[in-house]
């Protein structure tokens, strides 16, 4: 079946409901950028999942904190503004900030930190 532009979807005007949620409190890693008592919040606005709902696209925002991370799926970020620290499992860690993109592979485990409250293009795929 071919696609027309009626069937691309455009992010700005492209209106979806926002998935609120917090990071379960035993993801929330301690003395990094929060401690056990900090609630993470997020708001996840999905605005495409293909007919297999294998691939999903959107805009993501977390506050300020660390969780710990187990990806089983392959995303690839935007980052459109704060910062995140990625911790691998062998304490190897990088920062991103506004304007970097990168992928994270399936199989990625570590730290995710937020340093700076951020907002993310994201697009996944998960098989």
Request: glycine share 8%; charged share 25%.
């Amino acid at each position: 079946m071919n696609k027309t532009i009626n069937d691309v979807i455009d992010f700005a005007t492209n209106k979806v409901e926002v998935e609120l949620s917090t990071v379960p409190q035993e993801r929330v890693v301690a003395g990094v950028a929060s401690d056990a008592k900090t609630k993470i919040t997020m708001e996840t606005y999905n605005h495409y999942t293909d007919p297999t709902e294998h691939f999903f696209a959107g805009i993501w925002h977390s506050s300020v904190g660390a969780k710990t991370v187990n990806y089983t799926e392959e995303e690839v970020c935007v980052i459109l503004e704060g910062r995140v620290r990625l911790t691998d499992i062998n304490g190897n860690a990088k920062e991103f900030g506004a304007g970097s993109i990168f992928a994270l592979p399936a199989g990625f485990k570590g730290t995710w930190e937020t340093v700076e409250a951020i907002k993310k293009v994201y697009v996944i795929w998960n098989n």
